[in-house]
């Protein structure tokens, strides 16, 4: 027997084996998928509804940033290209815009109008997109409108700059926010999740089952060669190849089986099988392969000589899919 586990991890899968193993199991798969999606837009829901249900309003400006743009001045065009976004939201929130808006609201605090604003620049670094979100509309048009006022006195500060006016081009009312319910994108997510992972688990079934079904369970475990398969049942076709690798075993003075269980039970003759060799006897589809692992600890400690293995009881049907449609003659 090989000894640890490093090969047997390097074994690969047997794809076809895999398949005839898990083909009952796969429904594990979509009900997996199926139970995370329902979790995850559970999940979702309840921490929407734990959301400030308070009613908000959110008005705009569109602000035009006017410069003194000359063909070839790369210094104002990187000027403008610094101004993104972020840095006009960091603007508008510095003091020398947020100082006059305060003295047009004395009654909201500093950190309560940084709150309420938001910038975005679509595409053209010269249009500014600001919106004040507010407890109702009149205050958010009341901080809109502040803002536009500063800003208009602030676009005159960085003439040296090449900055000549900012100036509200639109101006929108304050309209309710609507929270989008993302609930299905969030059971979209936990069907991905949840497929995978009834993949993996379906993966990690296959790879801790260790029941032997086929030669090569054997073969490439404990490197001995399986002589063949005896059928379960007798009206089953019958595998030609074990009682032709029997009879030459018989020739060469090989012809004494001995089980699985007549071992694990004490009833083994060690004397005759050391004398004569033996061939074990395996059963098929039980999860023996940890139990072979004391079995052939046992020969070893008593000196037996194993000259190959069959396997018994084993499943015509399934044998026929995995090697083939008719693999045993009439």
Do not use: H
Not at 106 to 128: K, V
Not at 156 to 175: D, N, Q, S
Request: net charge neutral.
């Amino acid at each position: 027997m090989r000894e640890g586990y490093e090969e047997y991890w390097r074994e690969g899968v047997d794809l076809k084996r895999f398949v005839l193993c898990m083909k009952r199991k796969f429904w594990m798969v979509p009900a997996a998928a199926l139970v995370c999606a329902l979790l995850f837009a559970a999940c979702y829901l309840a921490v929407w509804a734990q959301k400030d249900s308070t009613p908000k309003y959110r008005s705009e400006a569109l602000f035009a940033i006017r410069y003194n743009m000359q063909k070839d001045d790369e210094t104002l065009k990187a000027f403008i290209n610094e101004y993104n976004a972020y840095t006009w939201g960091d603007m508008m929130r510095s003091d020398r815009v947020t100082a006059a808006v305060m003295e047009e609201l004395p009654d909201m605090s500093r950190a309560q109008l940084e709150d309420s604003l938001d910038t975005a620049i679509a595409s053209d670094p010269e249009f500014l997109t600001a919106g004040f979100t507010a407890a109702n509309p009149a205050l958010s048009e009341r901080i809109r409108d502040a803002y536009i006022r500063s800003m208009e006195a602030f676009g005159t500060t960085l003439r040296e700059r090449g900055l000549t006016a900012i100036e509200a081009w639109k101006v929108v009312p304050a309209v309710r926010v609507r929270e989008q319910n993302r609930a299905a994108n969030a059971a979209a997510l936990g069907l991905t999740i949840g497929f995978f992972a009834g993949l993996l688990l379906l993966a990690g079934r296959y790879v801790l089952d260790d029941r032997v079904l086929l030669s090569s369970d054997v073969e490439r475990r404990y490197e001995i060669p399986v002589l063949g398969y005896r059928m379960a049942g007798p009206g089953e076709k019958t595998d030609p190849m074990l009682e032709q690798n029997l009879s030459y075993r018989k020739q060469k003075g090989t012809d004494r089986e001995i089980s699985v269980r007549q071992i694990l039970e004490g009833e083994a003759d060690f004397e005759a099988l050391r004398r004569d060799g033996a061939i074990l006897t395996i059963p098929w589809n039980t999860p023996c392969l940890r139990l072979l692992d004391r079995v052939f600890s046992v020969l070893r400690a008593q000196g037996v000589a194993l000259s190959g293995a069959v396997i018994e009881g084993a499943d015509g049907r399934f044998l026929s899919r995995y090697y083939g449609k008719d693999p045993w003659p009439k």
